[in-house]
């Protein structure tokens, strides 16, 4: 999943950034409103968060020309006002939820985490697909087995595609939404990746859940339409 | 704690007591002149009825009075006497301690009156009228008499009068005790009558919020004598209000400051205990101390701010000619120190003074300068400082002139708002946007007009004085 920092304190946009980068996540982060607006435009991010007192251009009207742009991402507003009409203000002006100055950062995790699984319409923290278990709030995956050992790479990989099962997804949409804009992406990167996860997956009994669709990208089918959960059936 | 309705009380009854004791006094004087005087006039009627009844057609003298000459029968002792001592008749009681008049040089008609005492010693009042024998008109001239000079005495008791006076004294202090029970019960009453309008004006204020007025909670109640106290009240509210928002706002102001400072120092700690990499570790103990420094710049700013409006808690030497204050100041400037480049002008009357204490001028001048110093660009991109020192009738004024600057006319009413920054200091933290608070706290505490206005050619003017 790839967010978007926008936060003029470089101390707390550089931890933030850390933090979420060492939770899985492909961080981009900029200092000011005019950047943040032109990141947003460019590239389609699983989630936003937007400070809202920064300089050039404070975060509300970034919020409201993103929108008005058509811009679908997700949008967390960071702010040190607290009073309800700035939360009502800053919700109307189209952001998905909005976190008081100070917070922990476990709470704008597991806020980033909901808003994530929410943008692609799933409620629930833990996927199944058959025998597999995709918890995507402790970021592991398991089996009846145990847990299988994924990178945090891989585990994005997985993710991404299970909040998108039924779905074919592109080589070039895993790339911008695994890796920052930072990452030097290997023609292989995402191949290399799911090569990896198949064999993890196989190791622990779980075979054909990532399907290869040639020329168009990789697909997990929903629950109950996997192969795997076919040939049960039958 | 004293007591109105107790000091009125005291006061007025007092002063009726007072008025009473003396209207009392000049009645009693009053009466007992008037009635010595009913007295008097009583002795010398009879006296001269009885002088009518002394004829010397015949010799000797006679008193043509045949009755009985005692005290019970005539109510007065009577002695009746020539010029030459000698006694005609005389009451048997008449004191002998009496004396005798005759001698006296006074003309015919004339009197006078004496105390004196009866035998038994009762006070009395003794008349002495200086008369001439009666004669008959109608008489042929060798008898009709010689007109003898003659002495007719008359002593009366002056315990009728006396008990008149007392009667009168008793009635004054009956009346007067019963006048002072009727003024305090008046008093009683017409004072708490009286204080009803307070009591109103207690309970209006007991229901007032800060965002209402005791004009409107007391309404029709108030009383001409409750006007200005209830103007005087509101106008407290008002200020107390203000007071109150300000401190709000200067709370509420911290607060924000403090938010992104608090939530950079969770945010590391947080991602450090969670991902506990040596270098991560190091990194955010290097920050979090540069944020507590942070922090402890803003204390130290917040309280310069408190302190600012203060009064100075000792008398203080005041700051005097301000012209050699902005020279000094701006030569120790760090902002000047550090080269910022702009065009600095000082101009001004040397003579120029203010009665504010040096310390307190000392840092609004200093904040002044080094705010129009930071933000002016260098002289090469037109970057100017003037600073105005301009004498007055009452205080001197204080004009620091910088531009160009990068406000609007909306902006530059708010610079003396505590933690407002222009956003190209938002995100600096040595900036905290509390310099010009603390000038304007300064002007205020000290009785200082203070203006920020934008002019034409984006310059921003800063007006400290009268």
Same mark, same amino acid.
């Given at each position: 999943?790839?967010?978007? @920092? ?55 009207s970034v919020l409201d020309r993103f929108r008005k742009a058509g811009g679908r991402s997700p949008v967390l507003l960071l702010s040190a006002r ?39 319409g799933v409620p629930a923290p833990a996927l199944r697909f058959g025998a597999l278990e995709a918890d995507l709030a402790a970021r592991e995956a ?63 009994? @779980?075979?054909?859940? @990532? ?8 697909? @997990? ?14 | ?6 000091? =009125? ?64 029968? =005539? ?114 009453l017409g004072v708490g009558r009286a204080l009803v309008p307070l009591a109103r004006l207690r309970d209006a204020v007991d229901r007032i919020d ?16 409750? !006007?200005?106290?209830?103007?005087? =009240?509101?106008?407290? =509210?008002? !200020? ?42 190091? !990194? ?183």
């Amino acid at each position: 999943m790839r967010l978007l @920092i926008v936060e003029d304190s470089t101390r707390l946009r550089e931890s933030l950034a850390d933090g979420l980068t060492s939770s899985g996540y492909a961080v981009d982060a900029v200092a000011d409103g005019q950047q943040g607006l032109a990141y947003a435009r460019a590239t389609e991010y699983d989630l936003i968060v937007l400070d809202v007192m920064l300089p050039e251009l404070d975060g509300l009207s970034v919020l409201d020309r993103f929108r008005k742009a058509g811009g679908r991402s997700p949008v967390l507003l960071l702010s040190a006002r607290d009073r309800v009409e700035h939360r009502v203000e800053g919700l109307r002006a189209g952001a998905d939820d909005y976190l008081v100055k100070p917070f922990a950062f476990a709470e704008l995790l597991a806020r980033v985490e909901a808003l994530c699984r929410r943008s692609r319409g799933v409620p629930a923290p833990a996927l199944r697909f058959g025998a597999l278990e995709a918890d995507l709030a402790a970021r592991e995956a398991r089996t009846l087995s145990g847990r299988v050992p994924l990178t945090p790479r891989e585990f994005a990989v997985l993710e991404f595609l299970c909040l998108n099962a039924g779905r074919v997804v592109s080589r070039a949409d895993l790339e911008e939404h695994i890796y920052d804009a930072n990452h030097q992406v290997w023609s292989n990167a995402v191949d290399g990746a799911i090569a990896g996860i198949r064999k993890k997956l196989g190791a622990a009994g @779980i075979t054909g859940l @990532i399907e290869t669709r040639r020329g168009s990208g990789y697909l @997990i089918r929903p629950p109950g339409e996997s192969r795997a959960d076919q040939k049960a059936r039958a | 704690m004293t007591s109105i309705r107790a000091s =009125l009380l005291t006061w007025i009854l007092g002063g009726v007591a007072g008025a009473q004791v003396v209207a009392g006094v000049a009645i009693a004087v009053i009466a007992q002149a008037g009635l010595t005087s009913l007295h008097d006039a009583a002795l010398l009627a009879r006296a001269r009825t009885f002088a009518s009844l002394v004829t010397d057609e015949h010799d000797p003298i006679e008193f043509d009075y045949y009755g009985p000459l005692g005290e019970s029968n =005539l109510g007065v002792l009577v002695r009746v006497g020539t010029a030459d001592g000698t006694v005609i008749a005389a009451s048997p009681e008449w004191p002998e301690t009496a004396g005798n008049p005759a001698g006296t040089r006074l003309a015919p008609g004339e009197h006078r009156f004496l105390d004196t005492r009866t035998a038994d010693g009762r006070v009395a009042r003794r008349l002495v009228l200086y008369s001439t024998a009666s004669t008959d008109p109608e008489a042929p001239p060798e008898d009709r008499g010689r007109n003898t000079p003659i002495i007719v005495e008359v002593i009366g008791d002056s315990a009728p009068v006396a008990r008149a006076h007392r009667a009168l004294l008793v009635a004054l202090g009956l009346g007067g005790a019963i006048g002072l029970i009727a003024a305090f019960v008046a008093i009683w009453l017409g004072v708490g009558r009286a204080l009803v309008p307070l009591a109103r004006l207690r309970d209006a204020v007991d229901r007032i919020d800060p965002e209402s007025r005791v004009q409107g909670a007391l309404g029709s109640a108030q009383t001409v004598e409750l !006007r200005p106290i209830v103007g005087a =009240l509101d106008a407290l =509210l008002a !200020r107390l209000k203000a007071a109150v928002d300000r401190e709000r706002r200067m709370t509420s102001s911290i607060a924000h400051e403090l938010r992104t400072p608090i939530a950079e120092l969770r945010t590391l700690t947080d991602v450090a205990a969670r991902w506990p990499e040596p270098e991560r570790q190091r !990194r955010a103990v290097g920050q979090a101390a540069d944020i507590a420094r942070e922090m402890q710049s803003l204390l130290e700013a917040v309280l310069a701010l408190a302190r600012a409006g203060e009064p100075a808690s000792s008398p203080q030497e005041a700051a005097g000619e301000i012209l050699p204050l902005v020279v000094s100041i701006l030569e120790r400037s760090q902002a000047a120190r550090s080269g910022v480049g702009a065009l600095c002008v000082i101009s001004g009357d040397e003579s120029a003074r203010w009665d504010i204490p040096k310390g307190a001028a000392q840092i609004l001048i200093r904040n002044l300068l080094e705010n129009a110093l930071e933000y002016t660009p260098p002289a090469a991109q037109g970057g100017f400082v003037a600073i105005r020192v301009i004498p007055g009738a009452v205080c001197a004024r204080l004009e620091v002139e910088n531009g160009p600057v990068s406000l609007t006319p909306e902006q530059a009413g708010l610079l003396f708002e505590p933690f407002w920054r222009a956003d190209e200091a938002r995100s600096d933290r040595n900036h905290r946007g509390l310099g010009l608070s603390i000038v304007a706290a300064i002007a205020d505490a000290h009785g200082l007009t203070r203006s920020a206005v934008l002019m034409a050619h984006r310059r921003l003017v800063i007006s400290i004085g009268m």
